[in-house]
């Protein structure tokens, strides 16, 4: 089945590092980009940036662009989110996404299931 | 960075019939409009993608219109199963592919 598995539900206290994975399987990862959306809770999508697997070509929203970094491992289909040091405004779902492998013009069309993110002291 | 405006923030319809959705760009995004339904608890799933173009699986009941700025989702024959979030997204303007803040369809 073609999919994208993301890690589970992380708790975490402010000022701690974190990193979130999220797996591809039954296609060609690196032909595909992978996006990044935050979702915090009761609000819409914000992309955060994206990752093109075959050569770690990265771009950033501004509004994110320093308070994390993406990136990917082609050899394991895996992409990543992390951050360094945590806030509780960070305190959100996050998805990642593929676009761009030849289907659906550059629109989302397969999604991980989500991980939830929470920073509480 | 491009605006995407959606309307209203809250629908409420009552079964069996049409829904319209709205997703308003701050400039033009030519084609490049998808929608995406959100269910409580789910990750969201494409619907519609290069502004009427049904995703994989997606019943004709749901279309999509517009061009330029001004985007429309239809749901027609509505159903309880579609009751959720709805959200536009623009993918014109590389790299920065922004979302509307996102349309929730309540069914009486």
């Known amino acids: 089945e073609v999919q994208l598995v993301q890690s589970g539900a992380e708790l975490k206290k402010p000022g701690e590092s974190l990193e979130i994975s999220c797996t591809g399987s039954?296609?060609?990862?690196?032909?595909?980009?992978i996006g990044w959306v935050r979702q915090m809770p009761g609000k819409g999508l914000e992309w955060m940036g994206i990752?093109?697997?075959?050569?770690?070509?990265?771009r950033y929203s501004p509004a994110f662009q320093g308070q994390v970094t993406i990136s990917a491992d082609k050899s394991i289909n895996t992409a990543y989110l992390q951050w360094s040091s945590l806030k509780a405004s960070d305190t959100a779902m996050y998805y990642c996404?593929?676009?761009?492998?030849?289907?659906?013009?550059?629109?989302?069309?397969?999604w991980g299931q989500g991980t939830m993110v929470t920073v509480s002291s | 960075e491009i605006l995407m405006t959606q309307s209203p923030a809250t629908l409420s319809v009552s079964p069996g019939e049409s829904a319209t959705l709205s997703c308003r760009a701050s400039?033009?995004?030519?084609?490049?409009l998808a929608w995406y339904q959100q269910k409580p608890g789910q990750a969201p799933r494409l619907l519609i993608y290069g502004v009427s173009t049904r995703a994989t699986g997606i019943p004709a009941r749901f279309s999509g219109s517009g061009s330029e700025t001004e985007f429309t989702l239809t749901i027609s024959s509505l159903q309880s199963e579609d009751s959720a979030v709805y959200h536009c997204q623009q993918y014109s303007y590389w790299p920065l592919y922004t979302f509307g803040q996102g349309t929730r369809l309540k069914i009486k």
């Open positions: 400039q033009s995004v030519n084609s490049n």
């Open positions: 990752i093109y697997p075959r050569d770690s070509d990265t």
């Open positions: 039954a296609y060609t990862f690196n032909t595909y980009w």
């Open positions: 996404a593929r676009f761009g492998g030849g289907c659906c013009n550059d629109a989302f069309d397969l």
